[in-house]
Antibody, heavy 125, light 107 residues
Framework: EVQLVESGGGLVQPGRSMKLSCAASGFTFSNYGMAWVRQAPTKGLEWVATISYDGSSTYYRDSVKGRFTISRDNAKSTLYLQMNSLRSEDTATYYC??????????????????WGQGASVTVSS | DVQMTQSPSYLAASPGESVSISCKAS??????LAWYQEKPGKANKLLIH???TLQSGTPSRFSGSGSGTDFTLTIRSLESEDFAVYYCQQYNESTWTFGGGTKLELK
C-alpha cells in the first residue's frame, strides 16, 4: 500500500524557517517525481513545488521561489520542503503527493495519484 | 501560467441526480487534465486523468470529457458518498494549477 506521511509542521513566527518531511513507503520512491501541494484555511488546493525522480529538476510557484526548496533523499525514501522567510500567507496544510502516475506502460508527469494526510503550518507572531 | 476556472463553486443535488462541473483553461492544455475528490478526514483521491481516463477504482458513474480548453466532470446517479469537493488540475506545463474547486452538497 502506498503511504505518504508528512511531519514537521507547527506554529512559526513570520520571517522564520521550517522544514517539512514526507516519509514514503509502498512503492519505489526513486522512480517517481514528487510534489508539495498546500491548502490555506477555507481555500482551495494550490500547487507549491515539484521535484523529478532523481532530484535533477525542480519547479516552484512564483510566490515561493527563492524562499522554499524542495529536495529528496532517495536512499531514505523521503521528500523535504525547506521553507524560509515564512509569511502569514504561507499558513496552510501542506500535502506531499506522488507527482507521477504510472499505469504499467506510461508515466504521466503531473498526475498526483497518492496524497498524504497533510501537515499544518501556521505562520503567526 | 495557465489559469483554471472551475464552475460552479457550489452545487446542491439529491441522490440519484446527475451533475456536471466545468473547468476552463486560459490556454490549450491538450488533454492534460485531472480531477480530484476531497473529503474530510480522507486523503485526496485522483478520479480521472488525461481528461477522460478513469483512475482504477473510480466508479463508472464518473466520467470526464473535453480537450484543449474546456473540460467537464459528470457524475451520474449521485450516491451519498459523492458529496464532496472536486478540483480540476492541469499538468500540461511544468507549473501545475488547480481550479478553485466545486463543493457538491446534499440538497
Amino acid at each position: 500500500e502506498v503511504q505518504l506521511v508528512e511531519s514537521g509542521g507547527g506554529l512559526v513566527q513570520p520571517g522564520r524557517s521550517m522544514k517539512l518531511s514526507c516519509a514514503a513507503s509502498g512503492f519505489t520512491f526513486s522512480n517517481y517525481g514528487m510534489a508539495w501541494v498546500r491548502q490555506a484555511p477555507t481555500k482551495g488546493l494550490e500547487w507549491v513545488a515539484t521535484i523529478s525522480y532523481d532530484g535533477s529538476s525542480t519547479y516552484y510557484r512564483d510566490s515561493v521561489k527563492g524562499r522554499f526548496t524542495i529536495s529528496r533523499d532517495n536512499a531514505k525514501s523521503t521528500l523535504y520542503l525547506q521553507m524560509n522567510s515564512l509569511r502569514s500567507e504561507d499558513t496552510a496544510t501542506y500535502y506531499c503527493t506522488r507527482g507521477d502516475y504510472y499505469d504499467g506502460t506510461h508515466y504521466y508527469a503531473g498526475v498526483m495519484d497518492a496524497w498524504g494526510q497533510g501537515a499544518s503550518v501556521t505562520v503567526s507572531s | 501560467d495557465v489559469q483554471m476556472t472551475q464552475s460552479p463553486s457550489y452545487l446542491a443535488a439529491s441522490p440519484g441526480e446527475s451533475v456536471s462541473i466545468s473547468c476552463k483553461a486560459s490556454k490549450s492544455i491538450s488533454n492534460n487534465l485531472a480531477w480530484y475528490q476531497e473529503k474530510p478526514g480522507k486523503a485526496n483521491k485522483l478520479l480521472i486523468h488525461s481528461g477522460s481516463t478513469l483512475q482504477s477504482g473510480t466508479p463508472s458513474r464518473f466520467s470526464g470529457s473535453g480537450s484543449g480548453t474546456d473540460f467537464t466532470l459528470t457524475i451520474r446517479s449521485l450516491e451519498s458518498e459523492d458529496f464532496a469537493v472536486y478540483y480540476c488540475q492541469q499538468y500540461n506545463e511544468s507549473t501545475w494549477t488547480f481550479g478553485g474547486g466545486t463543493k457538491l452538497e446534499l440538497k
